[in-house]
């Protein structure tokens, strides 16, 4: 596996048997988590699932040594049952299934709950609810781009990349393709919003290109093998148009949507300040406007970090089977 974890796992001791007090009769499920940075996330996805009679408690495994991250959940899968249960990103263990130790884990036990998306980052980041949170940072609701379109653009266009770099990942051979190179193919270092971002793309267009001549110059042999590996992506749900929900998180966010978050949310700003400033307001008046205005933006970064607006993703959907699945079958355990 090449994906870079969050934390630097060591060898594992027993999780803590440490919760909180349930109210009588209500059955409290612990799921423990990747890190800090994951129980908000987690929260929200158990939320609807609470009531009268379940609870779920979400933390990081409570250790003497600190360790946390996948590996470390992983080492502890033996100890999970119906009241502990540990929930993770999926990097690419759903695209592989069965073919790596890891994925054969994660998609054998009941009690392990994963993203189906590379990482959480990657549902933060549902192109279907970049533009509220447009809205939110800005207060300006003007449909001036495109998300979902354009996801979609740049999704077919780092498709042909993102196959190699999977399979390098598959085959446990990362040099062929590193994070890093995939990165720096990938990410964005602008955003031109004229025709919803076609010369941005076109410019990315031109470095995939590049990096698909070396690579298929360097490695003959790989490339003739990718057929059948598509057909193993095609059939986990992986379509070209789809590729970002499925490329490595934390490129996706740093790299690509937060540059795309931040030009289009210049222009709103922009667009707001120059509406106000040609108003019939003048002198003290617009001025009072303008930092009433300044004063509502807020971060678009920290409004991306809280986004709860991707349960529409089909992949969302994949994982609420999971809990109610787990939940019919073991709700009289």
Request: proline share 4%.
């Amino acid at each position: 596996m090449t994906k870079q974890s969050k934390h630097t796992a060591v060898p594992h001791s027993a999780p803590s048997a440490t919760t909180a007090p349930s109210p009588s009769g209500c059955r409290t499920i612990r799921a423990l988590v990747e890190g800090y940075e994951d129980v908000a996330f987690w929260r929200s996805i158990f939320d609807p699932y609470e009531s009268d009679s379940v609870r779920f408690e979400v933390s990081v495994p409570q250790r003497e040594d600190l360790a946390k991250g996948k590996k470390t959940l992983l080492g502890q899968a033996d100890k999970c049952h119906p009241e502990l249960i540990m929930c993770m990103d999926s990097d690419f263990d759903y695209l592989f299934a069965n073919q790596t130790h890891d994925a054969r884990i994660i998609n054998s036990s009941p009690y392990l709950f994963h993203t189906y998306v590379y990482s959480t980052e990657n549902f933060l980041c549902y192109a279907p609810s970049l533009h509220n949170l447009c809205v939110k940072a800005t207060k300006n609701d003007a449909h001036i781009f495109d998300f979902e379109e354009f996801f979609a653009d740049y999704s077919k266009v780092i498709y042909p990349t993102f196959v190699w770099y999977a399979y390098s990942a598959q085959i446990s051979t990362p040099n062929i393709f590193t994070l890093q190179h995939f990165k720096n193919t990938v990410r964005l270092g602008y955003l031109d919003l004229d025709r919803n971002g076609a010369d941005t793309l076109a410019w990315l267009h031109k470095q995939v290109g590049r990096r698909l001549q070396t690579l298929e110059r360097e490695h003959p042999t790989i490339a003739a093998r990718l057929g059948d590996f598509e057909s193993l992506l095609h059939r986990r749900g992986v379509s070209p148009e789809q590729t970002y929900l499925f490329m490595h998180g934390h490129t996706l966010m740093d790299n690509v949507v937060s540059v795309v978050l931040a030009a289009v949310c210049q222009r709103l700003k922009n667009l707001s300040t120059t509406r106000i400033n040609s108003s019939n307001r003048t002198g003290l008046v617009l001025q009072n406007e303008l930092s009433n205005y300044n004063n509502s933006l807020c971060n678009v970064r920290e409004a991306l970090l809280f986004n709860e607006n991707y349960k529409d993703c089909f992949l969302y959907k994949k994982l609420q089977k999971d809990i109610e699945n787990f939940l019919s079958l073991t709700k009289t355990e």
